[in-house]
């Protein structure tokens, strides 16, 4: 699977952007899928979780109610609504996959349990 994470960009605090990762090369149906985030000297953070079906979501609290994943399996594509937009919400945001159609496993939001990753976009919000 590869995974072709865009969207990114400069924005002010307060504005919105639509992250998309473009699935290809495999059923992109049973797939679970994630974003992650890394900030300059920090490490990879969980950021939102969709299983296979697009029916059962998780999210870090640092972003629940800002941010809504959402796929679209007819487009092989898995979206990140981000709004109200923080500048500690600057970094690389990555999407990740695994095939697997099970319930949702600590390992995959922590992000060892995926195993495909996109190049992650840039998101840098300014104050």
């Known amino acids: 699977v590869q995974l072709q994470a865009s969207g990114g960009g400069l924005v002010q605090a307060g504005g919105s952007l639509k992250l998309s990762c473009a699935a290809s090369g495999s059923t992109f149906s049973t797939y679970a899928m994630g974003w992650f985030r890394q900030a300059p000297g920090k490490e990879r953070e969980f950021v939102a979780y969709?299983?296979?079906?697009?029916?059962?979501?998780y999210y870090a609290d640092s972003v629940k109610g800002r941010f809504t994943i959402s796929s679209d399996n007819a487009k092989n594509t898995v979206y990140l609504q981000i709004n109200s937009l923080k500048p500690e919400d600057t970094a690389v945001y990555y999407c990740?996959?695994?095939?697997?159609?099970?319930?949702?496993?600590?390992?995959?939001?922590?992000?060892?349990?995926?195993?495909?990753w996109g190049k992650g976009t840039l998101v840098t919000v300014s104050s």
């Open positions: 969709i299983n296979y079906s697009g029916a059962i979501t």
């Open positions: 990740a996959a695994v095939h697997y159609v099970g319930r949702v496993r600590a390992d995959l939001l922590r992000g060892y349990g995926m195993d495909y």
